[in-house]
């Protein structure tokens, strides 16, 4: 994934040791890197909120981690990834998983491209010991060296 990283993850998409106030904010701060590195308008960054407002925070997918994204739409303009690390975590109402400290951000410009592109995160977030190295890692570049590891 190492080229598609660089692609799907751009410096622009990176907001580390932010605030938010609740989940609202922190899916705004990622819809904002999203809209920063050219992959989606800020209608999605609203879909994405509205998506949690309806389906409730299932998009807590693990201990401390939330992916954000709704269906690809027209204000997805390519496909690719926003991560926020908040350095207060948030509550979003998953009992066994929140709260929440990182929050990526998903855009897919079609299914194929969104499960690609979600099925590969997913795979590098599955370690527990390099949870652990990006929880502390200082930059974008050493956050994309250890999700290509």
Known sequence: MTTEMQQYLPDEA???DVEAADWREAIRL???RLVAAGFTTEAYT???IETVE???PYIVIAPGL?????RPSEAVLNTGLSWVRLSTPVEFGNKDNDPVSLVIG???RNEEEHVHVM???AGALSS????KKLEEAPTAAAIRTILEA
């Open 14 to 16: 990176f907001d580390l």
């Open 30 to 32: 990622s819809g904002d």
């Open 46 to 48: 609203q879909a994405m």
């Open 54 to 56: 309806k389906m409730g």
């Open 66 to 70: 939330a992916l954000a994204h709704s």
């Open 106 to 108: 998903l855009a897919g």
């Open 119 to 121: 099925s590969a995160i």
């Open 128 to 131: 527990a010991e390099k949870r």
